[in-house]
């Protein structure tokens, strides 16, 4: 599939539901707002912020290798 950005920053997200890309191309702007809901969506619970900080760890390591 090909989908297009419709330009509105705050319906995003319920749009990347609908289309589920494979690859996403971004600006850093858009990059930043994905980072920040998924990390503040992984901190509200304590389960989430434990598996975020192992899969960080792991692929951390894995980059230094």
Avoid: C, H, W
């Avoid at 690859?23 to 702007?29: G, H, M, S, T």
């Avoid at 975020?52 to 792991?58: H, V």
Wanted: no cysteine; net charge positive; glycine share 6%.
């Amino acid at each position: 599939k090909i989908a297009f950005f419709q330009g509105d920053v705050r319906s995003l997200f319920d749009e990347m539901k609908i289309i589920q890309p494979t690859v996403l191309f971004a600006v850093p702007r858009i990059l930043n707002r994905i980072y920040t809901g998924a990390t503040s969506k992984m901190n509200k619970t304590n389960m989430g912020k434990f598996l975020y900080e192992k899969g960080l760890a792991a692929k951390s390591n894995e980059v230094q290798r």
